[in-house]
């Protein structure tokens, strides 16, 4: 297909210009692609890519043909792209289990793209992205240096066997398994030894995911592959984080592109079809120009492009989403005015009040364009809530402050306790959502003020306390933890950095995500109980330790265990796509649950004396759970996944007695009643 050049007065285009739905999580429906190819038609996007991970056809069954109906989608889908002006490439993903070695599969990817081609299918791709980067069979180490050789082949022989004799002179497009990063590598030499000269690259910049890619990324690069590039861009892909939305404009890609090795973009999109079209038309207007590119006016022209009218109430909730990488700051321009209304700085307060109100009413006030409201509405929920809770710790403040300056409380100044309350039932209103708007702004403001305004206690503390070793700042997670404390007799003590006199006198330790390396190495050996989802392999709890992305769910494989809180088989502890904690334990481990469709353990424990994985022993009963960076919070556990983390806590402040477990070992026996705990907490003050 001929690839129109750009309008008059501008600079060269990309040539290539479009989208691979190449995400994890739940496709896009077959009426969504076809209206993404309409607005990617009308943006000046000119390809799409079909390449959904969860797609079993695509992917993790590339030998076995589309059953009738899906087969005829695909085929609608082609024909509908070609009748736009657009190029549809279908992408077949082989290397999980395809044998290199093995004629009989290299027949079989022909066949499946025969069985596409029939249907009217004449653009192909090859991805070999996410699979292992070692050959596993002798035959194929036997016969090639490596994994990048081996692909390479399978290249050339697909150009060969399939392409060629069709007449398609098109390159082939290949993502590789090495395809992130500048430098060069054994298996990127191997794969431009054994590759069509012709091959187009897909590479994703200089790491997966990336704030800025410049000219000299994208010539590093191209001469490390020996090939052309195209930029699959994941951006603005949510996939990894799928509560969070990213619509704003594209920002940190290399203008200077002319000349460069550098033939095209393919952005990742969202998991939401109809709001990935904000952000993808400042993709199509980077494309088609990048020597003239603007991010802050393609932001405006592409919220008015998709959202017409219905611009103006959207336009704060896209303020609020626009921050990209997903590292950096969620909107910079409101922490900004909140560190100076914390700070006490002149008319901050009244700032922070116009952002907080501007929010919370266009949240509310959003109705148009349908379809794409309707995608956004857990957001727009989410905002509203959060700015009502800014807006209440903000009268909250102010009264403070008024209360600690007048002499007098005016009769008109509302009761600080009251106000407290108000601002606390606005926090958990606020913190109930799934959907992630601004979470890491609006509530640690609200947290902060409810704490300065806390009154003095009146007594000492005293009793029993957990030691909650975490981060500076308290967040939803560990205020979930102390409440669950609480419930057992037990205050929490919340320490960055923990002393001897806290070891000494903590009756249990509890390590979250917070946790410094300097915290955890001073609490691993200490004698009171522990349980922790943090620093595993230092605490000696795991000899090995990650974190999964998008698991919700654990297979409890020990129902009887008190921390299985009367639960079995496969249970949701997430309300959505999370991250689990998962860890490779000792052989005295009491593993209570797993992940969902493999074997390491989420959900464990040491008794008093046994082994632990790193050969020491332990000083005290130890737990593993599966939480991750966000623990036990509100908008992330389900009532079963609350129901664990009571159990271990239960589990954690019962003085445990000694009683036979596996291989002899002494296991935990919590209380009689965590089988039916208490549901999570609904707090009305900070």
């Known amino acids: 297909m001929s690839v129109a050049g750009p309008p008059a007065g501008r ?49 993790s069954r590339w030998r076995d043909p589309y059953p009738a109906e899906e087969l005829r989608q695909l085929a609608d889908l082609a024909d509908h792209a070609r009748s736009l002006g657009i190029r549809f490439v279908y992408a077949i993903s082989p290397g999980l289990s395809m044998r290199f070695a093995d004629d009989a599969d290299h027949r079989a990817l022909a066949a499946k793209a025969a069985g596409l081609w029939d249907a009217g299918i004449e653009s192909f791709a090859l991805f ?3 699979v292992p980067t070692e050959l596993s069979r002798p035959e194929e180490r036997d016969r090639w240096p490596g994994a990048g050789a081996a692909h390479g082949e399978a290249c050339t022989r697909f150009v060969d066997d399939f392409l060629i004799p069709r007449g398609v002179r098109e390159p082939l497009l290949v993502c590789p398994t090495d395809y992130a990063g500048t430098d060069a590598s054994a298996y990127r030499q191997q794969f431009a030894r054994t590759a069509p000269p012709e091959v187009v690259v897909a590479w994703t910049g200089p790491d997966i995911v990336v704030a800025a890619i410049t000219r000299e990324d994208v010539d590093r690069a191209a001469a490390s592959y020996r090939r052309p590039l195209v930029l699959w861009d994941n951006y603005p892909v949510n996939d990894y984080e799928p509560s969070r939305l990213f619509l704003g404009p594209l920002t940190g890609r290399a203008t200077d592109l002319a000349g ?20 993808l038309a400042s993709v199509a207007d ?29 336009e704060p909730l896209v303020r609020a989403c626009s921050a990209w990488p997903p590292s950096a700051a969620q909107d910079p321009d ?37 379809p794409l409201v309707a995608a956004l509405r857990p957001w727009l929920t989410a905002g509203a809530s959060g700015a009502t809770a ?23 100044t509302p009761p600080i306790e009251a106000l407290r309350a108000e601002t606390g039932r606005a926090l958990a209103d606020a913190e109930s959502h799934h959907a992630n708007l601004l979470r890491p702004v609006i509530p640690p403001f609200v947290r902060e003020v409810l704490r300065r305004t806390a009154p003095a206690p009146v007594a000492p503390d005293a009793g029993p306390y957990a030691l909650l070793v ?5 967040t939803a997670g560990d205020q979930v933890v102390t409440e669950l404390c609480a419930r057992r007799g037990y205050r929490v003590r919340p320490v960055a950095t923990p002393s001897a006199a806290d070891l000494d006198r903590a009756a249990a330790v509890i390590v979250t995500r917070g946790a410094d390396d300097a915290a955890i190495d001073a ?40 921390l299985a809180a009367g639960l079995d088989g496969l249970v949701p502890v997430y309300r959505g796509p999370g991250k689990l904690t998962v860890a490779d334990v000792g052989p005295q481990a009491r593993v209570v649950a797993r992940v969902a469709d493999e074997d390491r353990a989420v959900l464990f424990h040491y008794a008093t004396g046994a082994a632990l994985a790193d050969g020491s022993e332990a000083p005290a009963p130890r737990i593993g759970v599966f939480l991750s960076a966000d623990g036990p919070a509100p908008w992330l556990v389900t009532p079963e996944g609350y129901a664990l983390v009571a159990a271990a806590v239960d589990a954690l402040l019962t003085r445990i007695p000694r009683q036979a477990g596996p291989a002899g070992v002494a296991s935990p026996v919590a209380p009689a009643t965590v089988g039916a705990p208490e549901g999570p907490p609904t707090r009305a003050g900070g």
């Open 11 to 59: 600079g060269p285009a990309l040539p290539l210009r479009g989208t691979v739905e190449g995400f994890y999580g739940p496709p896009w429906s077959p009426a969504e692609r076809r209206a993404h190819l309409e607005f990617s038609a009308d943006v000046g996007l000119n390809a799409y890519v079909y390449a959904p991970k969860n797609d079993a056809y695509h992917r």
């Open 260 to 279: 460069s090795a550098l033939v095209g973009v393919l952005a990742n999109p969202m998991v939401q079809a109809v709001p990935s079209r904000i952000p």
């Open 128 to 130: 070999f992205d996410d």
């Open 523 to 562: 609490v691993a050996r200490v004698g009171a109980p522990l349980l922790a989802w943090h620093g595993l392999v230092p605490l000696g709890l795991a000899r090995d330790s990650a974190v999964l992305l998008l698991h919700d769910r654990v297979r409890l494989v020990a129902p009887d265990d008190p």
């Open 334 to 370: 409101l922490l900004r005015a909140i560190d100076d209304a914390l700070a006490g700085a002149p008319a901050a307060l009244d700032v922070l009040t116009d952002r907080l109100d501007e929010l919370a009413r266009g949240c509310a006030a959003a109705a148009e364009p349908e």
């Open 286 to 314: 980077w494309a088609r120009d990048p020597g003239r590119y603007d991010p802050a006016d393609s932001a405006r022209r592409a919220l008015l492009t998709v959202a017409g009218t219905g611009a103006v109430h959207l």
């Open 390 to 412: 800014g807006l209440a710790a903000v009268r909250l403040l102010r009264a403070a402050t008024a209360e600690r300056t007048t002499a007098t409380p005016t009769a008109s």
């Open 470 to 474: 975490t981060g500076p700042r308290p």
